[in-house]
């Protein structure tokens, strides 16, 4: 077929469109899709306000890793509810200036927060830690 063209022996497009139709009737194989049209797609398609208010970004729920749960066990630390309100404040603070993993005092209290994962990873009481230390860190909130 390549020598057709080469050669001359083919014309145009069309020509070539109708040697290749007949050499793929040649092998009888019908191609048949059975999945969703490409309108089906597109009906199914949501707006970036669905696809946020869907997910974990606008839900304000803040969770706690395995590790921060330990740790606030065996440093006896206990949240009230305005300290874990403050706590969630401090998330979304350090959220909007595009921290990703923030040191977030709450009083005498330190929380190391993923914020992509919207997770504590660690949590501190400053009176009882020595060091006063933190790494791995990216940017701090005082709240």
Not at 18 to 45: H, L, R
Not at 51 to 57: A, C, K, N, R
Not at 137 to 143: E, H, L, R, S, Y
Request: no cysteine; net charge negative.
């Amino acid at each position: 077929m390549m020598n057709n063209m080469i050669n001359g022996s083919i014309a145009s497009i069309e020509q070539m469109t109708d040697i290749i139709g007949k050499n793929n009737s040649k092998n009888n194989v019908e191609k048949t899709y059975e999945g969703k049209t490409f309108a089906d797609i597109y009906n199914q398609k949501r707006s970036i306000e669905e696809v946020i208010s869907d997910s974990d970004i606008t839900s304000g729920q803040l969770k706690f890793s395995k590790h921060a749960g330990e740790r606030l066990g065996q440093r006896d630390i206990q949240l009230s509810d305005e300290q874990m309100m403050r706590l969630k404040e401090g998330t979304e603070k350090a959220i909007s200036k595009g921290i990703k993993e923030s040191l977030v005092i709450v009083d005498d209290l330190s929380f190391i927060v993923n914020t992509k994962n919207r997770t504590v990873i660690t949590a501190m009481d400053q009176n009882n830690n020595e060091d006063n230390i933190y790494t791995n860190i990216d940017g701090a909130v005082i709240i």
